[in-house]
């Protein structure tokens, strides 16, 4: 028997200890090897660094084949949704991040409808998860929910925008919105200060509601107290992105190069990339509860409301389920046959239609 076995027998012994402060670890371990699901949406008129700051969080590109369209593509062209998949893998932590970007979004002169396709996609994933809820194998559900939205506001504006005002309106009960001040580095500190007091009183003007970070329990360490209060404080996030390695006080950093001097993306003086990074890595449970607890069970109380067909949920034994399926199976085989018969039939008459025709 290992060290650490008689260690575990030993402590289990002892007066007044049960073992119940091993949960989380079992909790942990488990999360771990399954891994964990995030779908992120980035919503902003084109050409604010959306695509290049997705890219800078995760150290991976996401858009590996992308056509930027011309001002004439921009004109007639539509909200569309791509949605990016891909595993990242950090010291043996899986995360399967889904990225969701929004090409064609405010870039029309009529933007009236372009934000009924993005609560279309955020339904039918909620429509999605729900079926599958109610479904035979609810063990294996993906979670397909939009978790978080970084809506991206311009820093060429006095504030904000009709359309982001209207958009946030639109979506503040579906999904967490986080606001995102893009291309930082074009503004001063003061401009920024001031932008960012602007935006947020436009929010609460208008009775919008962004994600807000949760508060703190008395028995958190102080340190990460202090980590919260900032992160609460620099809200809208005001970012800049870039994948470019530059050599700055001689070191290697990721950053834009300028003719005054270079601004580094990882650097808290120089913009607040570090502290958005920050809040959704340590706050992405948080992200995934809210979207679970509140957006999904708006969602399914308005389906309730309306009187809309929801599958039940089956109560069946294993043995009922797997002959189910089997019977499922056995029907998919039997229309694939007809249909290739039919298939069959119609190449034979048409040999038969050529073979009459006249040389």
């Given at each position: 028997?290992?060290?650490?076995?008689?260690?575990?027998?030993?402590?289990?012994?002892?007066?007044?200890?049960?073992?119940?402060?091993?949960?989380?670890?079992?909790?942990?371990?488990?999360?771990?090897?399954?891994?964990?699901?995030?779908?992120?949406?980035?919503?902003?008129?084109?050409?604010?660094?959306?695509?290049?700051?997705?890219?800078?969080?995760?150290?991976?590109?996401?858009?590996?084949?992308?056509?930027?369209?011309?001002?004439?593509?921009?004109?007639?062209?539509?909200?569309?949704?791509?949605?990016?998949?891909?595993?990242?893998?950090?010291?043996?932590?899986?995360?399967?991040?889904?990225?969701?970007?929004?090409?064609?979004?405010?870039?029309?002169?009529?933007?009236?409808?372009?934000?009924?396709?993005?609560?279309?996609?955020?339904?039918?994933?909620?429509?999605?998860?729900?079926?599958?809820?109610?479904?035979?194998?609810?063990?294996?559900?993906?979670?397909?929910?939009?978790?978080c939205c970084f809506y991206f506001i311009s820093p060429f504006g006095h504030g904000m925008k009709p359309l982001d005002i209207e958009f946030m309106k639109q979506l503040h009960?579906?999904?967490?919105?986080?606001?995102?001040?893009?291309?930082?580095?074009?503004?001063?500190?003061?401009?920024?200060?001031?932008?960012?007091?602007?935006?947020?009183?436009?929010?609460?003007?208008?009775?919008?509601?962004?994600?807000?970070?949760?508060?703190?329990?008395?028995?958190?360490?102080?340190?990460?107290?202090?980590?919260?209060?900032?992160?609460k404080e620099a809200v809208p996030f005001a970012v800049c992105g870039s994948n470019t390695l530059l050599e700055a006080r001689?070191?290697?950093?990721?950053?834009?190069?300028?003719?005054?001097?270079?601004?580094?993306?990882?650097?808290?003086?120089?913009?607040?990339?570090?502290?958005?990074?920050?809040?959704?890595?340590?706050?992405?449970?948080?992200?995934?509860?809210?979207?679970?607890?509140?957006?999904?069970?708006?969602?399914?109380?308005?389906?309730?409301?309306?009187?809309?067909?929801?599958?039940?949920?089956?109560?069946?034994?294993?043995?009922?389920?797997?002959?189910?399926?089997?019977?499922?199976?056995?029907?998919?085989?039997?229309?694939?046959?007809?249909?290739?018969?039919?298939?069959?039939?119609?190449?034979?008459?048409?040999?038969?239609?050529?073979?009459?025709?006249?040389?």
């Open positions: 028997m290992s060290s650490e076995s008689v260690k575990t027998f030993a402590s289990l012994e002892t007066p007044g200890y049960v073992g119940f402060a091993n949960l989380p670890n079992q909790v942990h371990r488990k999360s771990v090897k399954k891994g964990f699901e995030f779908t992120l949406m980035v919503v902003g008129e084109s050409g604010l660094g959306k695509s290049t700051l997705v890219n800078s969080l995760f150290l991976t590109d996401l858009y590996p084949n992308r056509k930027i369209p011309d001002a004439i593509d921009k004109t007639y062209k539509t909200v569309g949704l791509e949605a990016s998949t891909v595993e990242i893998e950090e010291r043996g932590v899986k995360l399967r991040l889904t990225v969701v970007d929004t090409p064609g979004f405010g870039d029309a002169i009529n933007n009236t409808d372009s934000f009924k396709a993005i609560i279309q996609y955020i339904d039918d994933q909620f429509e999605r998860f729900l079926r599958d809820e109610s479904g035979l194998n609810r063990r294996n559900i993906l979670d397909n929910r939009v978790h009960n579906k999904v967490n919105i986080v606001p995102v001040i893009a291309k930082a580095d074009v503004l001063t500190k003061k401009e920024i200060q001031k932008l960012k007091k602007r935006i947020m009183e436009e929010i609460e003007a208008n009775g919008i509601k962004i994600y807000g970070l949760p508060d703190c329990d008395s028995d958190e360490d102080e340190d990460y107290k202090e980590q919260v209060r900032q992160l001689g070191k290697k950093v990721r950053g834009r190069l300028y003719p005054w001097g270079v601004v580094e993306v990882e650097n808290p003086e120089h913009c607040d990339f570090i502290k958005l990074r920050s809040m959704l890595i340590t706050h992405m449970q948080d992200l995934q509860e809210v979207t679970q607890e509140v957006h999904y069970e708006n969602y399914r109380s308005e389906r309730l409301a309306k009187g809309a067909p929801v599958p039940k949920r089956t109560t069946s034994l294993p043995d009922q389920d797997k002959s189910q399926t089997q019977h499922e199976k056995d029907r998919i085989l039997q229309e694939k046959e007809a249909e290739l018969r039919r298939m069959q039939d119609m190449l034979a008459k048409m040999q038969a239609q050529m073979q009459q025709q006249p040389q």
